[in-house]
C-alpha cells in the first residue's frame, strides 16, 4: 500500500487555474485523479503512467487540465485552467498497479488500491 495525500485545493472563479500536488510515501507506476461531486458518481479526471510519456485525460478536461510527477518528490500533479463551476468537486488522488493505467482501465476507480483523503475544489460563476 502507498500512503497519498493531496493539497492544493480552495476556491477560484470560472477561468482561474489551480494546481493539486499528491504526496505518495513511495514510487506509484499508475497514478490517477479522480473527482467526486455532490450528487454525483466519482469520475476520472486523468491518469499517468510512470515515466510520465503516457497519459489520459477525460474529455471534459482536456486541453483544460495537465497531470504530470516528479519521481524524485513522489508527487503526483494536476494543473487545472479554464476552470469552469462544473468543475467543482472534490478532488482525489489514486495509486493503482502497472496494467490500470491503459486506455480502457484507467478511469475504473475500483481498479485502483489506494486513495488520499481528497481536497475541495470550488468554481464560482
Known amino acids: 500500500q502507498v500512503q497519498l495525500e493531496e493539497s492544493g485545493g480552495g476556491s477560484v472563479q470560472a477561468g482561474g487555474s489551480l494546481r493539486l500536488s499528491c504526496a505518495a510515501s513511495?514510487?506509484?507506476?499508475?497514478a490517477a485523479w479522480f473527482r467526486q461531486g455532490s450528487d454525483k458518481e466519482r469520475e476520472g479526471v486523468a491518469a499517468?503512467?510512470?515515466?510520465?510519456?503516457?497519459?489520459y485525460y477525460a474529455d471534459s478536461v482536456k486541453g483544460r487540465f495537465t497531470i504530470s510527477q516528479d519521481n524524485a518528490k513522489n508527487t503526483l500533479y494536476l494543473e487545472m485552467n479554464s476552470l469552469r463551476p462544473e468543475d467543482t468537486a472534490m478532488y482525489y488522488c489514486?495509486?493503482?498497479?502497472?496494467?490500470?493505467?491503459?486506455?480502457?482501465?484507467?478511469?475504473?476507480?475500483?481498479?485502483?488500491?489506494?486513495w488520499g483523503q481528497g481536497t475541495q475544489v470550488t468554481v464560482s460563476s
Open positions: 489514486a495509486a493503482g498497479p502497472f496494467y490500470v493505467c491503459s486506455s480502457t482501465s484507467w478511469s475504473i476507480s475500483s481498479r485502483y488500491y489506494s
Open positions: 513511495k514510487l506509484t507506476v499508475c
Open positions: 499517468i503512467r510512470t515515466g510520465g510519456t503516457t497519459t
